[in-house]
C-alpha cells in the first residue's frame, strides 16, 4: 500500500473528500446528481485529460486553505470515478467538490457511500484506499462541523489519524489542530449543546498542545497558534485571538494565510479596543503598518483595501467574484464574512446581518469563514 502523502491531507489545505459508485457497492451520488455551472474556460475538458485522478489531486494541492476551483475540481474527479483507475481517491475529491459548489447535500451521500466500505474489502479493491478513507473521513468532518455535529466532527477527525496505514506526526498534528478548532467552537454554542460548554473548551486546549507535542516542525507553532486563534475568535476571547494572530502574521511563510491572520487580528483588536471603551486608533494603525510591508494574499487583498477604506463594499464582492482561482460560490462566502466585519466595525448593524446572512445562505461550510460566520451571528445575535 503506497504511502499516505500528507501534502493533500485537508487541515492543511482545507482538502477534500469524494464518492461515486463503489466497486460491489451501492450506487452512489452521481446517479442523482446534477451539476451545474460545470467549469468553463480555456481549461481542457476533462474526458481529454491523461490523467483526471492526478490533476484533480494536483488542483487541490495547489490550492490556498480551501480555496479551491470547485466545479473544475468536480469535472475531474468525476472524470477519475468514471474511468476507475483510482476511483476511491476520486469518490473522495467529488465529496468535497460538490460541497464547494453548494451541493452540501449530494457531497455528503458521497463521503458516506465511500466510507461504508469496510477497509478490508476496501483495501481489496483499491491499493490507495486507506489514503481515500483518510480523506474522506477528514473531509467529511467538515459537514458535520458545518451542521454543528461535534461529537461527529471530532470522531471523523479521529478516524482520520487512525485511518493512516502509515502515520505521519505532521498529518496527525495537523488533524489534531483542527480537532481543536472544532472542539472550540462546540464550547462557544449555546447551552443545550450535546455536552457542556467547559468539557469541549478543555478538549480543545488538551488537542491544542497535543498537536504541537505530535507536530514538531517549524510550520508546526504556526498552524496550531492560527487554528487556536479561532478558536478565541468564536468564543470572543479577542486579546488572546490577537496574540495568536499577531504571531502567525509574524512567522507565516504564505501570503494568503498570512493576510487571513491580519484581517482577523485587526478584527479581534477592533473588539478588544471598543469592550475597554478605547477608540480603534491603535487597531487601525497596527493593521495599516501590517498591510504596508505587502506579501499580501492575492485572493484576500480586495479585503485589505476594503478595510482600508480604498474600495467599498460592491467593490470588494465585485473582486472576490472576478478571482479565477476559485469558484464564485465559496468567492462569496468569503466576501460576505469580511463585508459583515467591516459595516460591524463602522457600527452598521443591518448591514452586518445582511451580508452575513448571505454568506451563510452560499451552503459552502467547508471554509473555515462560514464557521466563523457561524459564531460571529449567534454571539451578536444576527
Not at 7 to 22: D, S, W, Y
Not at 109 to 122: D, P, R, W, Y
Not at 259 to 274: C, K
Not at 338 to 355: F, P, S, T
Request: proline share 5%; aromatic share 8%; hydrophobic share 40%.
Amino acid at each position: 500500500m503506497g504511502k499516505l502523502n500528507p501534502a493533500l491531507l485537508l487541515p492543511l489545505l482545507l482538502l477534500a473528500a469524494c464518492q461515486a459508485p463503489g466497486p460491489k457497492g451501492p450506487p452512489g451520488p452521481l446517479a442523482g446528481v446534477v451539476i451545474t455551472g460545470v467549469n468553463t474556460g480555456s481549461d481542457v475538458a476533462a474526458n481529454q485529460v491523461a490523467a483526471p485522478c492526478q490533476a484533480a489531486e494536483s488542483l487541490l494541492a495547489q490550492s490556498e486553505d480551501g480555496q479551491v476551483r470547485g466545479h473544475r475540481l468536480v469535472a475531474l474527479s468525476e472524470e477519475c470515478v468514471k474511468r476507475g483507475s483510482d476511483r476511491a481517491i476520486g469518490q473522495a475529491l467529488l465529496g468535497y467538490g460538490l460541497e464547494q459548489i453548494g451541493q452540501p447535500r449530494q457531497g455528503l451521500q458521497a463521503l458516506k457511500n465511500l466510507l461504508s466500505f469496510s477497509n478490508a474489502a476496501s483495501s481489496a479493491a483499491n491499493p490507495n484506499a486507506a489514503r481515500a478513507r483518510v480523506l474522506g473521513y477528514e473531509a467529511r468532518s467538515y459537514f458535520y462541523a458545518g451542521l454543528s455535529r461535534w461529537g461527529d466532527a471530532v470522531s471523523d477527525l479521529n478516524e482520520a489519524m487512525d485511518s493512516q496505514p502509515d502515520p505521519s506526526p505532521r498529518v496527525t498534528g495537523a488533524l489534531m489542530a483542527r480537532r481543536g478548532f472544532y472542539q472550540s467552537l462546540a464550547a462557544s454554542q449555546p447551552a443545550g449543546s450535546d455536552q457542556p460548554s467547559g468539557v469541549y473548551a478543555l478538549a480543545a486546549e488538551s488537542s491544542f498542545e497535543e498537536a504541537l507535542a505530535r507536530w514538531q516542525a517549524p510550520e508546526a507553532a504556526n498552524e496550531v497558534a492560527f487554528q487556536r486563534g479561532m478558536g478565541h475568535f468564536a468564543n470572543g476571547r479577542w486579546e488572546a485571538a490577537s496574540i495568536d494572530f499577531g504571531q502567525v502574521f509574524e512567522t507565516a511563510g504564505r501570503p494568503h494565510r498570512r493576510t487571513q491572520a491580519m484581517l482577523l487580528a485587526y478584527y479581534a483588536d477592533y473588539r478588544l479596543g471598543w469592550a475597554q471603551d478605547q477608540t480603534i486608533e491603535a487597531a487601525r494603525a497596527t493593521f495599516e503598518a501590517r498591510a504596508a510591508q505587502g506579501n499580501i494574499g492575492s485572493a484576500l487583498a480586495p479585503f485589505v483595501a476594503l478595510f482600508l477604506g480604498e474600495i467599498g463594499p460592491e467593490a470588494a464582492l465585485g473582486k472576490a467574484e472576478a478571482n479565477p482561482n476559485q469558484n464564485i460560490e465559496a468567492s462569496q462566502l468569503q466576501a460576505y464574512w469580511y463585508i459583515g466585519m467591516y459595516h460591524q466595525m463602522r457600527d452598521e448593524h443591518d448591514l452586518v446581518e445582511r451580508a452575513w446572512n448571505f454568506g451563510l445562505s452560499t451552503r459552502v461550510i467547508t471554509l473555515q469563514d462560514y464557521f466563523l460566520m457561524q459564531a460571529m451571528s449567534r454571539r451578536f445575535g444576527v
